[in-house]
Protein backbone atom coordinates (compact mmCIF):
# COMPACT_ATOMS: atom_id res chain seq x y z
CA UNK A 1 0.00 0.00 0.00
CA UNK A 2 3.37 2.27 -0.02
CA UNK A 3 2.15 3.18 -3.52
CA UNK A 4 -0.76 4.49 -2.79
CA UNK A 5 0.34 6.75 0.46
CA UNK A 6 3.43 8.48 -1.29
CA UNK A 7 1.77 10.74 -3.58
CA UNK A 8 0.25 12.44 -0.46
CA UNK A 9 3.33 14.19 0.47
CA UNK A 10 3.86 15.89 -2.76
CA UNK A 11 1.09 18.08 -2.46
CA UNK A 12 0.49 21.24 -5.24
CA UNK A 13 3.80 20.97 -7.28
CA UNK A 14 4.84 24.95 -7.66
CA UNK A 15 4.61 26.70 -10.77
CA UNK A 16 7.51 26.89 -12.56
CA UNK A 17 8.88 30.03 -12.77
CA UNK A 18 11.63 29.71 -15.54
CA UNK A 19 9.85 31.23 -18.22
CA UNK A 20 9.46 34.38 -16.16
CA UNK A 21 12.62 35.83 -17.28
CA UNK A 22 12.02 35.23 -21.12
CA UNK A 23 8.51 36.68 -20.73
CA UNK A 24 9.98 40.12 -18.73
CA UNK A 25 12.86 40.44 -20.93
CA UNK A 26 10.44 40.45 -24.07
CA UNK A 27 8.52 43.14 -22.20
CA UNK A 28 12.41 44.92 -21.71
CA UNK A 29 12.87 45.18 -25.15
CA UNK A 30 9.85 46.33 -25.74
CA UNK A 31 10.56 49.37 -24.00
CA UNK A 32 13.69 49.57 -24.93
CA UNK A 33 12.57 49.76 -28.53
CA UNK A 34 9.88 52.24 -28.10
CA UNK A 35 11.93 54.68 -25.83
CA UNK A 36 13.11 57.85 -27.08
CA UNK A 37 15.71 59.46 -24.46
CA UNK A 38 15.18 63.22 -25.19
CA UNK A 39 17.96 64.82 -26.26
CA UNK A 40 17.46 69.04 -25.34
CA UNK A 41 15.89 69.73 -21.41
CA UNK A 42 13.38 72.20 -21.62
CA UNK A 43 14.12 75.21 -20.30
CA UNK A 44 10.95 77.07 -21.12
CA UNK A 45 7.44 76.32 -20.18
CA UNK A 46 5.42 74.46 -22.55
CA UNK A 47 1.67 73.71 -21.76
CA UNK A 48 0.50 73.35 -25.30
CA UNK A 49 -2.71 74.59 -26.61
CA UNK A 50 -5.85 72.29 -27.54
CA UNK A 51 -7.08 71.27 -30.75
CA UNK A 52 -8.99 69.04 -32.66
CA UNK A 53 -8.29 68.86 -36.71
CA UNK A 54 -4.59 67.46 -36.04
CA UNK A 55 -2.63 65.83 -37.99
CA UNK A 56 0.12 63.20 -36.34
CA UNK A 57 3.89 64.16 -37.57
CA UNK A 58 5.41 61.51 -38.80
CA UNK A 59 9.02 60.31 -39.23
CA UNK A 60 10.93 62.43 -36.41
CA UNK A 61 13.95 62.80 -38.54
CA UNK A 62 12.18 65.07 -40.55
CA UNK A 63 11.29 67.49 -37.79
CA UNK A 64 13.18 70.24 -36.54
CA UNK A 65 11.75 71.59 -33.05
CA UNK A 66 11.28 75.33 -31.97
CA UNK A 67 10.42 75.87 -28.51
CA UNK A 68 8.86 79.04 -27.16
CA UNK A 69 7.53 79.93 -23.87
CA UNK A 70 8.17 81.46 -20.63
CA UNK A 71 11.47 80.36 -19.07
CA UNK A 72 11.39 78.07 -16.38
CA UNK A 73 11.66 79.15 -12.69
CA UNK A 74 15.25 78.61 -12.34
CA UNK A 75 16.09 80.78 -15.61
CA UNK A 76 13.82 83.64 -14.74
CA UNK A 77 16.28 85.55 -12.54
CA UNK A 78 18.35 85.72 -15.92
CA UNK A 79 16.45 85.90 -18.80
CA UNK A 80 13.48 87.67 -17.42
CA UNK A 81 9.44 86.39 -17.59
CA UNK A 82 8.69 87.66 -21.31
CA UNK A 83 8.22 84.56 -23.71
CA UNK A 84 11.63 83.45 -25.40
CA UNK A 85 12.67 80.96 -27.74
CA UNK A 86 14.60 77.84 -27.23
CA UNK A 87 16.15 76.55 -30.00
CA UNK A 88 18.40 72.95 -28.85
CA UNK A 89 19.96 73.75 -25.73
CA UNK A 90 20.22 77.56 -25.75
CA UNK A 91 17.93 80.70 -25.66
CA UNK A 92 18.31 82.44 -28.37
CA UNK A 93 16.78 85.56 -30.19
CA UNK A 94 14.28 85.86 -33.44
CA UNK A 95 17.41 86.70 -35.62
CA UNK A 96 18.71 83.38 -34.93
CA UNK A 97 16.52 81.09 -35.89
CA UNK A 98 17.53 81.80 -39.71
CA UNK A 99 20.58 80.60 -39.08
CA UNK A 100 19.76 77.65 -37.13
CA UNK A 101 17.12 76.04 -39.10
CA UNK A 102 19.95 76.46 -42.00
CA UNK A 103 22.48 74.73 -39.89
CA UNK A 104 20.09 72.02 -38.48
CA UNK A 105 18.84 71.50 -42.48
CA UNK A 106 22.51 70.50 -43.29
CA UNK A 107 22.76 68.32 -40.71
CA UNK A 108 20.33 66.18 -42.17
CA UNK A 109 20.73 63.64 -45.40
CA UNK A 110 19.77 65.18 -49.04
CA UNK A 111 17.24 63.15 -50.05
CA UNK A 112 15.40 65.23 -46.41
CA UNK A 113 16.61 68.44 -47.14
CA UNK A 114 13.55 69.61 -48.63
CA UNK A 115 10.74 67.65 -47.03
CA UNK A 116 11.40 68.87 -43.47
CA UNK A 117 8.78 70.67 -41.30
CA UNK A 118 9.13 72.93 -38.51
CA UNK A 119 7.56 71.95 -35.31
CA UNK A 120 6.64 75.16 -33.13
CA UNK A 121 6.27 73.90 -29.42
CA UNK A 122 4.73 77.51 -28.32
CA UNK A 123 3.34 77.92 -24.67
CA UNK A 124 -0.65 78.82 -24.48
CA UNK A 125 0.20 82.01 -23.59
CA UNK A 126 2.50 83.06 -25.35
CA UNK A 127 1.80 86.23 -27.31
CA UNK A 128 1.25 86.27 -31.36
CA UNK A 129 3.61 88.98 -32.29
CA UNK A 130 6.59 86.36 -31.32
CA UNK A 131 4.95 84.15 -33.31
CA UNK A 132 5.04 86.35 -36.33
CA UNK A 133 8.33 87.24 -35.95
CA UNK A 134 9.39 83.63 -36.23
CA UNK A 135 7.02 83.07 -39.23
CA UNK A 136 9.16 85.51 -40.67
CA UNK A 137 12.19 84.58 -40.35
CA UNK A 138 10.89 80.92 -41.44
CA UNK A 139 9.23 82.23 -44.42
CA UNK A 140 12.97 83.98 -44.81
CA UNK A 141 14.70 80.75 -45.01
CA UNK A 142 12.26 78.62 -47.13
CA UNK A 143 11.05 76.52 -44.37
CA UNK A 144 7.60 76.72 -45.22
CA UNK A 145 5.76 73.94 -43.94
CA UNK A 146 4.92 74.12 -40.11
CA UNK A 147 3.47 72.41 -37.69
CA UNK A 148 1.77 74.39 -34.59
CA UNK A 149 1.87 71.74 -32.29
CA UNK A 150 -0.82 70.92 -29.78
CA UNK A 151 -2.27 68.52 -27.42
CA UNK A 152 -5.88 66.72 -28.39
CA UNK A 153 -8.25 68.35 -27.64
CA UNK A 154 -11.31 70.59 -27.76
CA UNK A 155 -9.84 73.61 -29.14
CA UNK A 156 -12.20 75.84 -26.68
CA UNK A 157 -10.91 74.76 -23.69
CA UNK A 158 -7.76 77.62 -24.77
CA UNK A 159 -10.07 80.08 -24.31
CA UNK A 160 -10.55 79.45 -20.87
CA UNK B 1 34.38 11.55 -3.61
CA UNK B 2 35.35 13.95 -6.14
CA UNK B 3 32.70 15.78 -8.42
CA UNK B 4 32.58 14.21 -11.79
CA UNK B 5 29.46 16.21 -13.35
CA UNK B 6 31.45 19.08 -14.28
CA UNK B 7 30.62 22.52 -13.46
CA UNK B 8 27.61 23.26 -11.47
CA UNK B 9 24.68 25.35 -13.03
CA UNK B 10 24.58 28.50 -12.52
CA UNK B 11 21.67 29.80 -10.37
CA UNK B 12 19.45 31.74 -12.84
CA UNK B 13 17.07 32.59 -10.34
CA UNK B 14 17.78 36.21 -9.98
CA UNK B 15 17.67 36.77 -13.66
CA UNK B 16 14.38 38.04 -13.35
CA UNK B 17 14.55 39.97 -10.56
CA UNK B 18 17.71 42.07 -12.68
CA UNK B 19 15.29 42.25 -15.86
CA UNK B 20 12.87 43.29 -13.42
CA UNK B 21 15.09 46.16 -12.67
CA UNK B 22 15.88 47.12 -15.86
CA UNK B 23 12.36 46.92 -17.13
CA UNK B 24 11.18 49.20 -14.19
CA UNK B 25 14.14 51.75 -15.43
CA UNK B 26 13.09 51.45 -18.99
CA UNK B 27 9.23 52.05 -17.90
CA UNK B 28 9.98 55.17 -15.49
CA UNK B 29 12.14 56.87 -18.39
CA UNK B 30 10.05 56.04 -21.31
CA UNK B 31 7.61 58.69 -23.26
CA UNK B 32 6.08 57.00 -26.12
CA UNK B 33 4.69 60.76 -27.55
CA UNK B 34 3.60 61.27 -31.05
CA UNK B 35 3.60 64.86 -31.81
CA UNK B 36 0.46 66.36 -33.88
CA UNK B 37 -0.65 69.47 -34.41
CA UNK B 38 -1.87 71.71 -37.19
CA UNK B 39 0.03 71.55 -40.59
CA UNK B 40 0.27 74.49 -41.92
CA UNK B 41 2.01 75.87 -44.73
CA UNK B 42 3.41 79.62 -44.78
CA UNK B 43 3.61 81.73 -47.68
CA UNK B 44 6.77 82.21 -49.41
CA UNK B 45 8.51 85.35 -49.34
CA UNK B 46 8.78 86.42 -53.08
CA UNK B 47 5.55 88.25 -53.96
CA UNK B 48 3.94 86.81 -57.12
CA UNK B 49 4.90 87.77 -60.47
CA UNK B 50 1.64 88.94 -61.29
CA UNK B 51 -0.80 90.88 -59.29
CA UNK B 52 -3.89 88.87 -59.17
CA UNK B 53 -7.54 90.82 -58.77
CA UNK B 54 -9.32 89.38 -56.20
CA UNK B 55 -13.32 90.13 -55.56
CA UNK B 56 -13.76 91.05 -52.63
CA UNK B 57 -16.74 88.70 -51.69
CA UNK B 58 -14.82 85.90 -52.46
CA UNK B 59 -12.24 86.89 -49.12
CA UNK B 60 -13.92 86.28 -46.13
CA UNK B 61 -11.71 88.26 -43.42
CA UNK B 62 -10.82 87.25 -39.67
CA UNK B 63 -9.50 89.64 -37.45
CA UNK B 64 -8.13 88.68 -33.88
CA UNK B 65 -7.92 91.35 -32.27
CA UNK B 66 -5.66 91.39 -28.37
CA UNK B 67 -8.38 90.61 -26.30
CA UNK B 68 -9.00 87.51 -28.41
CA UNK B 69 -12.16 89.23 -30.03
CA UNK B 70 -13.36 88.16 -33.37
CA UNK B 71 -14.17 90.46 -36.29
CA UNK B 72 -15.57 88.65 -39.26
CA UNK B 73 -16.59 90.28 -42.65
CA UNK B 74 -16.31 93.47 -40.32
CA UNK B 75 -19.19 92.04 -37.97
CA UNK B 76 -18.24 91.33 -34.09
CA UNK B 77 -18.09 86.72 -33.74
CA UNK B 78 -18.42 84.59 -31.38
CA UNK B 79 -15.66 81.88 -31.70
CA UNK B 80 -18.53 78.92 -31.58
CA UNK B 81 -20.18 80.38 -34.54
CA UNK B 82 -16.67 80.88 -36.73
CA UNK B 83 -16.94 77.40 -38.16
CA UNK B 84 -20.63 77.75 -39.77
CA UNK B 85 -20.24 80.64 -40.91
CA UNK B 86 -16.90 79.52 -42.51
CA UNK B 87 -18.53 76.63 -43.99
CA UNK B 88 -21.33 78.87 -45.31
CA UNK B 89 -18.89 81.26 -46.67
CA UNK B 90 -16.89 78.36 -48.47
CA UNK B 91 -19.59 76.52 -49.78
CA UNK B 92 -21.92 79.49 -51.21
CA UNK B 93 -21.21 78.84 -54.81
CA UNK B 94 -22.96 81.65 -56.02
CA UNK B 95 -22.18 81.42 -59.81
CA UNK B 96 -23.90 78.29 -59.55
CA UNK B 97 -20.76 76.44 -61.15
CA UNK B 98 -20.69 74.24 -57.94
CA UNK B 99 -22.30 71.10 -58.28
CA UNK B 100 -21.47 69.58 -54.84
CA UNK B 101 -22.13 72.77 -52.77
CA UNK B 102 -25.09 73.24 -50.54
CA UNK B 103 -24.79 76.76 -49.78
CA UNK B 104 -26.86 79.93 -50.39
CA UNK B 105 -25.66 81.04 -53.38
CA UNK B 106 -26.11 84.64 -51.74
CA UNK B 107 -24.59 86.65 -54.90
CA UNK B 108 -22.76 89.13 -52.17
CA UNK B 109 -20.51 86.02 -50.94
CA UNK B 110 -17.99 83.06 -52.53
CA UNK B 111 -18.72 82.77 -56.57
CA UNK B 112 -16.77 79.13 -56.08
CA UNK B 113 -14.71 76.85 -53.26
CA UNK B 114 -12.17 77.34 -55.71
CA UNK B 115 -12.21 80.81 -55.43
CA UNK B 116 -13.06 81.29 -52.08
CA UNK B 117 -10.03 82.53 -49.75
CA UNK B 118 -9.65 83.11 -45.82
CA UNK B 119 -8.03 85.80 -44.96
CA UNK B 120 -6.70 85.56 -40.89
CA UNK B 121 -5.22 88.42 -39.19
CA UNK B 122 -3.85 88.81 -36.07
CA UNK B 123 -2.39 91.46 -33.45
CA UNK B 124 0.91 91.31 -32.11
CA UNK B 125 -0.97 90.94 -28.85
CA UNK B 126 -3.19 88.12 -29.44
CA UNK B 127 -2.93 85.55 -27.18
CA UNK B 128 -1.44 82.08 -29.63
CA UNK B 129 -3.77 80.13 -27.90
CA UNK B 130 -7.15 82.04 -29.29
CA UNK B 131 -5.02 81.89 -32.47
CA UNK B 132 -4.57 78.34 -32.73
CA UNK B 133 -8.51 77.78 -31.74
CA UNK B 134 -9.03 80.05 -34.50
CA UNK B 135 -6.84 78.14 -36.78
CA UNK B 136 -8.34 74.71 -35.43
CA UNK B 137 -12.23 76.16 -36.53
CA UNK B 138 -11.17 77.50 -39.83
CA UNK B 139 -9.27 74.00 -40.90
CA UNK B 140 -12.08 72.32 -39.15
CA UNK B 141 -14.47 73.99 -41.25
CA UNK B 142 -12.86 72.97 -44.72
CA UNK B 143 -12.66 69.34 -42.85
CA UNK B 144 -16.09 69.40 -42.55
CA UNK B 145 -16.53 69.75 -46.50
CA UNK B 146 -14.25 67.81 -47.43
CA UNK B 147 -15.53 64.58 -44.68
CA UNK B 148 -19.31 65.37 -46.63
CA UNK B 149 -18.17 64.85 -49.76
CA UNK B 150 -15.58 61.71 -49.01
CA UNK B 151 -18.27 60.55 -47.34
CA UNK B 152 -20.92 61.28 -50.64
CA UNK B 153 -18.09 59.68 -53.19
CA UNK B 154 -16.50 57.32 -50.94
CA UNK B 155 -18.33 56.36 -47.92
CA UNK B 156 -15.74 57.41 -45.97
CA UNK B 157 -13.91 60.20 -44.00
CA UNK B 158 -11.21 62.51 -45.62
CA UNK B 159 -9.47 62.84 -42.86
CA UNK B 160 -9.30 59.09 -42.00
CA UNK B 161 -8.04 58.56 -46.05
CA UNK B 162 -5.69 61.82 -45.54
CA UNK B 163 -4.41 59.95 -42.61
CA UNK B 164 -4.01 56.57 -44.26
CA UNK B 165 -2.22 57.80 -47.49
CA UNK B 166 0.18 59.64 -44.99
CA UNK B 167 0.63 56.45 -42.56
CA UNK B 168 4.05 55.04 -43.78
CA UNK B 169 2.65 51.78 -42.22
CA UNK B 170 -0.03 52.20 -45.25
CA UNK B 171 0.79 49.36 -48.54
CA UNK B 172 1.89 51.15 -51.10
CA UNK B 173 -0.97 49.23 -53.59
CA UNK B 174 -3.88 51.40 -51.11
CA UNK B 175 -1.62 54.36 -50.84
CA UNK B 176 -1.24 54.68 -54.68
CA UNK B 177 -5.40 53.77 -54.68
CA UNK B 178 -6.06 56.93 -52.27
CA UNK B 179 -3.64 59.32 -53.67
CA UNK B 180 -6.04 60.27 -56.69
CA UNK B 181 -8.80 60.24 -53.97
CA UNK B 182 -7.57 62.51 -51.28
CA UNK B 183 -6.21 64.97 -54.38
CA UNK B 184 -10.17 64.92 -55.69
CA UNK B 185 -11.54 66.17 -52.61
CA UNK B 186 -8.67 68.45 -51.74
CA UNK B 187 -8.95 70.29 -55.65
CA UNK B 188 -12.74 70.41 -54.31
CA UNK B 189 -12.24 72.28 -51.52
CA UNK B 190 -8.57 73.84 -51.87
CA UNK B 191 -7.30 75.19 -48.66
CA UNK B 192 -6.93 79.28 -49.11
CA UNK B 193 -5.84 80.20 -45.96
CA UNK B 194 -4.11 83.13 -45.73
CA UNK B 195 -2.36 85.01 -43.20
CA UNK B 196 -1.86 88.45 -43.47
CA UNK B 197 1.47 90.66 -41.89
CA UNK B 198 -0.14 91.35 -38.54
CA UNK B 199 -0.91 94.75 -37.68
CA UNK B 200 1.16 96.61 -35.38
CA UNK B 201 -0.76 98.89 -33.71
Known amino acids: MAKFTKKKDGDLPAVSTASLPDIVFMLLFFFMTVTTMKDSSLMVANTLPNASEIKKLEKKDRVIYIYVGTPTQEYQKVFGTEPKIQLNDKFANVDEIGSFILAERAKKPQELQNVLTTALKVDKEANMGLITDIKQQLREVNALKVNYTTYEGDAFNNLQ | ?201
Open chain 2, 1 to 201: MPRRKGAPEVNAGSMADIAFLLLIFFLVTTTIETDAGLDRMLPPIEPPDTDVVIKQKNIFTVNINKNGQLLVEDNLMDIKDLRKSATAFLENGADGSCAYCKGKKDPSSSDNPTKAIISLKNDRETKYSTYITVQNELVGAYNDLRNREAQRLYGQDFTTMEADYLDPETPSSVRDDLKDKVKRIQDMFPQKLSEAETSTN
